[in-house]
């Protein structure tokens, strides 16, 4: 089978209002960001024959992708909804590439939203999220989100050392960047006390070691890379894809510290023909800071076990040598549940067009990968972008 | 408010009569010879479809913890503590940690199955620290 290496790119990217937005539905911010990313391409609404969304837990509505479809007036020949968690955003880009490659659409529409913040009460919104347990054998203990990631840190802590000030870096950096974001939902910095002063919400994660809550919606559009040239702004060439699914609860995972985006980055790492060291900067799925340090070792920024020494070092600052999470992560930007990663793809986009205010822009990269994670380290999807087809 | 309560399936009665009972019961496979959690139609391994259950040890090792301080709900008492336990007879399974008054909670320490009434109908294993 040929790859799809170069075959596709991105040609518009937008989110919509980010943050807390109560006077807006899921599914308006959905709306919103679509016809955001269609401006962005140039395009008119009825020019996308290929549509992918991702369901709202706010907002849920059962053939999702089709009722986006419908309240848009658009009538697609390839319209489908995906559902891996916070690794959904670069399934579907997958998913997209490989319609495209294959003529199933000739320029795809990715959107999706969730109001989480506003859409749900704080009691509601738990219940549903910690409802990725196993419902017979894990959730009547009452695990929470922050509770099932707190195993892996708690793990991670004893096998290699990793303290708490290591984990709190993570934190520490994504703020950093949400200060020179304007749209970021948090700004103000932080320091490692801080994070690791504050409330402690399951141990060895304490509130500033968990992602927010957030109202939001991020598209995208792809299209083949033939096609690609002709919109308004530099396309962003899908060089590598690949998918890692390990387990779906926790309490299955074969290891804990060690988690299947180990696969899914060596997939996309062989599709690219490009290795760690060629990659400029990276956005690493951050719903709570253990994650981005067992990212950094699986995807092979550094050797296993060295993630906490690596976040400390400020190689991951924005002048270091492998930013990450430059827009301020779902830590502190937004995170509106299984869309969280897309706001990841859209400043990927942007800063591969060299489009952002200076303070934040990296200086002329050429080569990014994004990762998302899924359920509890479940399901991964790496993704590796750049500016040149080949 | 009621604290969550598993659904129970006919494949799965056996276990929660067993835990009624003060027993913990996995699925055997004869074919492989190796425990099984959580309950199957088929064994993981090998997929044979006729598992057996056989009562088990209840001893086991925590392979990682976490203390609850913010709880799901109104229904459960923070702190508390949900924990990976490996059984000694291979499976794992997520549980609760409980009596850590005078015995921290540590990853490799060894525990032993204990049962708390969770409602009329069920009963849930929990661990005790040896």
Partial sequence: ?390 | MDKIQPIVTALSQPYWDGCSKGLLRLQYCPECRRHQFYPRILCSSCAHSDLEWVDVTGKGTIASFTIVSRAVSKAYQSPYVIALVDLDEGPRMMSSIVDIADKPVKIGSKVSVAFEQWSEEITMPVFRIL
Avoid: W
């Avoid at chain 1, 099932?148 to 960047?177: D, M, W």
């Fill in chain 1, 1 to 390: 089978m040929s790859s799809l290496r170069g075959k596709t790119a991105i040609v518009g990217a937008a989110d919509s209002e980010i943050g807390v937005v109560p006077n807006m539905t899921a599914t308006e911010l959905c709306v919103q960001a679509s016809m955001r990313a269609l401006k962005d391409a140039g395009l008119q609404k009825n020019q996308i024959d290929g549509l992918i969304t991702c369901n709202s837990m706010a907002q849920p509505i059962m053939y999702h992708a089709e009722a986006i479809a419908e309240y848009l007036q658009i009538f697609p020949r390839y319209c489908i909804s995906v559902g891996t968690g916070g690794s959904t955003t670069f399934t579907t880009v997958h998913h997209a590439a490989s319609a495209i490659a294959t003529g199933m659409a000739d320029v795809i529409l990715i959107t999706m939203a969730d109001s989480l913040r506003s859409g749900l009460t704080r009691e509601r919104a738990m219940l549903i999220q910690s409802a990725s347990g196993h419902p017979e054998y894990e959730q009547p203990y009452g695990p929470t989100v922050p509770a099932y990631y707190a195993l892996i840190g708690q793990a991670h802590a004893a096998k290699y050392g990793t303290t708490p000030e290591q984990f709190a870096s993570i934190a520490v950096t994504c703020r950093r960047n949400a200060g020179l974001n304007p749209s970021a939902q948090m700004q103000d910095p932080i320091s490692v006390e801080d994070v690791i002063n504050s409330r402690m919400i399951a141990d060895p994660l304490h509130l500033l070691d968990c992602s927010l809550v957030s109202d939001g919606g991020s598209a995208i559009i792809i299209t083949s890379a033939d096609r690609a040239k002709d919109f308004p702004h530099r396309p962003v060439y899908i060089l590598g894809v690949g998918e890692g699914h390990g387990h779906e609860h926790i309490s299955q995972a074969k290891d804990l510290t060690t988690s299947s985006a180990v696969e899914s980055g060596k997939r996309a790492y062989e599709m690219s023909g490009l290795t760690a060291k060629d990659i400029d900067f990276a956005q690493l799925y951050d719903c709570f800071t253990p994650t981005v340090i067992v990212e950094l070792e699986d995807l092979g920024f550094c050797p296993k076990g060295e993630g906490g020494a690596f976040a400390m070092s400020g190689e991951i600052a924005l002048e270091g040598s492998l930013p990450i999470n430059t827009h301020g992560g779902m830590l502190s930007h937004c995170h509106p549940g299984n869309p969280g990663s897309m706001f990841a793809l859209t400043e990927t986009v942007f800063q591969l067009r060299n489009s952002l205010p200076r303070a934040r822009q990296i200086v002329n990269p050429e080569v990014a990968l994004v990762h998302a994670t899924g359920g509890i380290m479940s399901s991964h999807t790496s993704l590796i972008v750049g500016v040149e087809e080949d």
